[in-house]
């Protein structure tokens, strides 16, 4: 037997939460588990404008050929000026330049895998907490993975925990960062808050990974890529890992980036081609339907106009739910409790509800969230945010 030795692990904790969601039959149920968009009849939609983008390539796309190992130039200008703005001069400057990858995890992995051979000895640093692939994927590729507190036991942002352990962190350290919407708290530094982080990076020499996964979903397209572009004006170098999933609502389409910010054009080049080396071995080149929509969509004027008013109304919605949440607690005596709802932004809400709690909700009234509290709130349903705050209510009691 070669395979006798074998153990079993336990699944993916957020995955595995819509396969226990999808077996449940009470009609009531809640799914708050993995983060997707659910617009008001619990669907996770295409955009329209995805749908006129796929359109275009059935009519017009001549090849499946492979694109190359960066994936397709188009894709990888516009995304950049997605994230950096199309005002950035780092493109021109031929300072900055776009992977495409599988999704934003791919983008992560290939970053993980970068890190280790191109900057060998450098640790990483996570918030605590972070998404948890965070940690398998840094840990995975042999990387010292450290973490600087964030939200605490109290569901507060640290500031001053975060920014005391960062500047213990050694010299040439690398250290993660969410640009907006934490994954899963919901908790996003103020403009105060990313310059004091920007300070100790700049002192301790560090070397910001900037995870982008949910532009669009906090302020706005432009206000949510505030930090990456502060960074990478006031940094040398920088890496920021961006994902089509959310907001683009491409998820299965793997469609992602991992954008470098070089000090100089020449070097730029060099750490392009280990990135391509990196990425043959990992994925050999890049799927890529997902960003080929991406790329038609961002490169025409009109798709790009409806595909923004359609970001824009998914943010709407999620602001609207955990607003509607805060005043539907209210009757249960609730509202103050849970009022971070409220003030906390994208898909993503650490309610402060115990593993124990959780664990009550999904049994006696059938809502999913993570373990550790997590909701996503975008999987909350306006028409029945009453019933949700009463399950709620039950197992605070
Ligand atoms: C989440 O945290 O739920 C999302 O990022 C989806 C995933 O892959 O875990």
Redesign the pocket.
Same mark, same amino acid.
């Given at each position: 037997m070669h395979f006798g030795a074998i153990g079993r692990v336990p699944g993916d904790p957020?995955?595995g939460l819509m396969e226990a969601y999808a077996k449940d039959s009470n009609p009531n149920k809640f799914d708050l588990g993995?983060?997707v968009f659910k617009d008001a009849q619990g669907l996770t939609p295409i955009p329209a404008a995805v749908k006129q983008a796929e359109q275009r390539l059935l009519e017009q796309q001549a090849s499946k050929s492979y694109v190359g190992g960066h994936g397709d130039a188009a894709f990888g200008r516009l995304i950049g000026e997605l994230v950096l703005g199309s005002d950035s001069s780092l493109f021109s400057n031929q300072r900055a330049g776009a992977t495409q990858t599988p999704g934003g995890?791919g983008a992560l992995r290939l970053a993980a895998e970068f890190i280790e051979h191109c900057l060998p000895g450098r640790g990483i640093w996570l918030s605590d907490p972070t998404?948890p692939?965070h940690e398998t994927i840094f840990a995975g590729a042999g990387l010292k993975v450290s973490h600087y507190p964030y939200v605490g036991a109290d569901n507060r942002l640290n500031v001053a925990g975060m920014l005391a352990a960062l500047e213990a962190a050694p010299t040439g350290d690398v250290v993660l960062l969410h640009a907006c919407c934490h !994954?899963p708290t919901g908790f996003d530094l103020s403009q105060d808050d990313w310059r004091a982080v920007l300070d100790v990076v700049r002192r301790r020499e560090l070397l910001p990974l900037i995870d982008f996964?949910y532009q669009g979903f906090g302020d706005g397209l432009e206000e949510d890529a505030w930090a990456v572009r502060l960074f990478a004006a006031e940094l040398p170098e920088l890496l920021i890992t961006s994902s089509c999933s959310k907001n683009f609502g491409l998820y299965r389409d793997r469609t992602g980036a991992l954008l470098v910010c070089s000090h100089d054009a020449e070097k730029l080049v060099d750490v392009r081609s280990q990135l391509a080396l990196l990425a043959r071995n990992l994925w050999s080149t890049p799927p890529d339907h997902g960003a080929a929509v991406v790329a038609q969509i961002l490169g025409d004027a009109d798709l790009k106009r409806l595909w923004v008013e359609e970001v824009e109304a998914m943010r709407q919605r999620i602001a609207e739910l955990r607003v509607g949440l805060v005043e539907a607690l209210a009757p249960h005596g609730l509202s103050e409790r849970f009022a971070h709802i409220a003030e906390q932004r994208g898909m993503f809400s650490y309610t402060g509800l115990s593993p124990e709690q959780v664990k009550q909700l999904r049994e006696r009234h059938s809502v999913y969230m993570v373990g550790t509290g997590r909701a !996503?709130i975008a999987g909350a349903d306006a028409a029945r945010l009453e019933a949700l705050a009463a399950a709620i209510a039950d197992v605070c009691r």
């Amino acid at each position: 037997m070669h395979f006798g030795a074998i153990g079993r692990v336990p699944g993916d904790p957020i995955l595995g939460l819509m396969e226990a969601y999808a077996k449940d039959s009470n009609p009531n149920k809640f799914d708050l588990g993995v983060g997707v968009f659910k617009d008001a009849q619990g669907l996770t939609p295409i955009p329209a404008a995805v749908k006129q983008a796929e359109q275009r390539l059935l009519e017009q796309q001549a090849s499946k050929s492979y694109v190359g190992g960066h994936g397709d130039a188009a894709f990888g200008r516009l995304i950049g000026e997605l994230v950096l703005g199309s005002d950035s001069s780092l493109f021109s400057n031929q300072r900055a330049g776009a992977t495409q990858t599988p999704g934003g995890t791919g983008a992560l992995r290939l970053a993980a895998e970068f890190i280790e051979h191109c900057l060998p000895g450098r640790g990483i640093w996570l918030s605590d907490p972070t998404w948890p692939i965070h940690e398998t994927i840094f840990a995975g590729a042999g990387l010292k993975v450290s973490h600087y507190p964030y939200v605490g036991a109290d569901n507060r942002l640290n500031v001053a925990g975060m920014l005391a352990a960062l500047e213990a962190a050694p010299t040439g350290d690398v250290v993660l960062l969410h640009a907006c919407c934490h !994954n899963p708290t919901g908790f996003d530094l103020s403009q105060d808050d990313w310059r004091a982080v920007l300070d100790v990076v700049r002192r301790r020499e560090l070397l910001p990974l900037i995870d982008f996964a949910y532009q669009g979903f906090g302020d706005g397209l432009e206000e949510d890529a505030w930090a990456v572009r502060l960074f990478a004006a006031e940094l040398p170098e920088l890496l920021i890992t961006s994902s089509c999933s959310k907001n683009f609502g491409l998820y299965r389409d793997r469609t992602g980036a991992l954008l470098v910010c070089s000090h100089d054009a020449e070097k730029l080049v060099d750490v392009r081609s280990q990135l391509a080396l990196l990425a043959r071995n990992l994925w050999s080149t890049p799927p890529d339907h997902g960003a080929a929509v991406v790329a038609q969509i961002l490169g025409d004027a009109d798709l790009k106009r409806l595909w923004v008013e359609e970001v824009e109304a998914m943010r709407q919605r999620i602001a609207e739910l955990r607003v509607g949440l805060v005043e539907a607690l209210a009757p249960h005596g609730l509202s103050e409790r849970f009022a971070h709802i409220a003030e906390q932004r994208g898909m993503f809400s650490y309610t402060g509800l115990s593993p124990e709690q959780v664990k009550q909700l999904r049994e006696r009234h059938s809502v999913y969230m993570v373990g550790t509290g997590r909701a !996503n709130i975008a999987g909350a349903d306006a028409a029945r945010l009453e019933a949700l705050a009463a399950a709620i209510a039950d197992v605070c009691r």
